[in-house]
């Protein structure tokens, strides 16, 4: 990584700190970007928690919905995404805008690498990631972390694919396939729907123009789909139960 580069993602993160800075600052202020679904992602993360504590397992009943609902059976729980392990250690209410922060930044970084990929300017590329990072619908949705958290994988996708298609090697594809899996348990399987749906036009349209190897390429992709969902399986499964 050059010096350039790590200029830009420190002009990114400064740029994040000042957007955010009043959340940074006093983190409970967070609690007013899209209050209500981050209440209930406060409320589900404090009951991981207690029952964490109490019985030194993870919590597979709520008992304060209705009669009682399968806790794991809501996507937007995200219990098993990887990111969320930070809320079973540290108060949710503590972390959440510095994990808000991070979410961002490492889209911006994703998008940086990819724009770099395919040959755009350093300038370029850190201006396209600016406007990406800050656009209306990241910002808008970045307190909804079932969304963020599925979206913010989605340029690293890109960029991994694209590294699939120019060096055909399995090893880019079992990342997509981890980073799909992520995106589910991350509480957003529509996202990672989407995302395969675009992923795929963006393989068949490039494939017009890298035509060796193609099967190569399309079974690699599809690897990546099966694994996603493999590992994505713990959250799906109770869910379409």
Not at 78 to 100: G, R
Not at 161 to 181: D, Q, S, T, W
Request: aromatic share 18%; hydrophobic share 55%; proline share 3%.
């Amino acid at each position: 990584m050059d010096k350039k580069t790590i200029i830009g993602i420190a002009a990114s993160l400064f740029l994040l700190v000042l957007f955010f800075n009043k959340v940074l600052i006093n983190p409970e202020n967070a609690a007013t970007i899209n209050a209500d679904l981050l209440r209930m992602t406060s409320v589900w993360e404090n009951q991981i928690n207690e029952n964490l504590e109490k019985n030194n397992e993870l919590i597979l009943w709520n008992s304060d919905v209705y009669s009682g609902t399968p806790f794991i059976g809501s996507p937007l729980t995200t219990m098993f995404y990887p990111l969320s392990f930070l809320f079973y250690f540290l108060p949710f209410h503590k972390v959440i805008a510095y994990v808000i922060v991070l979410n961002v930044l490492l889209m911006s970084i994703f998008f940086y690498l990819y724009l770099r990929l395919i040959k755009l300017s350093k300038f370029s590329s850190f201006f396209a990631t600016i406007v990406f990072s800050f656009s209306g619908m990241v910002m808008l949705w970045s307190g909804i972390m079932s969304f963020i958290n599925a979206l913010m994988w989605f340029p690293l996708l890109l960029y991994l694919l694209e590294r699939l298609i120019l060096e055909k090697r399995l090893v880019f594809g079992l990342l997509m396939g981890l980073f799909f899996g992520f995106q589910i348990l991350g509480g957003g399987p529509q996202i990672f729907l989407y995302s395969t749906f675009v992923l795929f036009l963006y393989l068949i349209l490039r494939l017009i123009y890298e035509r060796e190897h193609m099967t190569k390429v399309v079974g690699f992709f599809a690897v990546a789909g099966i694994l996603g969902v493999l590992i994505g399986s713990v959250q799906l499964l109770p869910m379409l139960e």
